[in-house]
């Protein structure tokens, strides 16, 4: 009876490592692809607070932050301002 239940054990454990070996290449290609100064740019637009550490922690080396930095202070120039 627990030859079933270590067999699932060990086939969930496998299909969860898997998952993530996919999410993590995935992501990867994601922070290569990445325009990391259009990125930036809509962030300033948009209002969010400066993610650059958030980006640095996901995507590691890949990230670029000089031109995340730029892109951010040019949409944060760009924002509307509310009316006086």
């Known amino acids: 009876m627990r030859t079933p239940a270590i067999l699932a054990a060990i086939l969930l454990a496998t299909g ?13 290609d994601r922070c290569e ?14 209002g969010h607070p400066l993610l650059a550490d958030r980006y640095e922690y996901i995507c590691g080396e890949l990230f670029k932050p000089a031109p995340y930095k730029e892109g951010f202070d040019k949409g944060r120039a760009r924002k509307p301002r509310p009316p006086a």
Do not use: F, P
């Open 33 to 46: 692809r990445a325009d990391w100064a259009l990125v930036g740019e809509r962030d300033g637009v948009s």
């Open 16 to 28: 969860c490592e898997s998952m993530n070996q996919k999410i993590d290449a995935s992501r990867q």
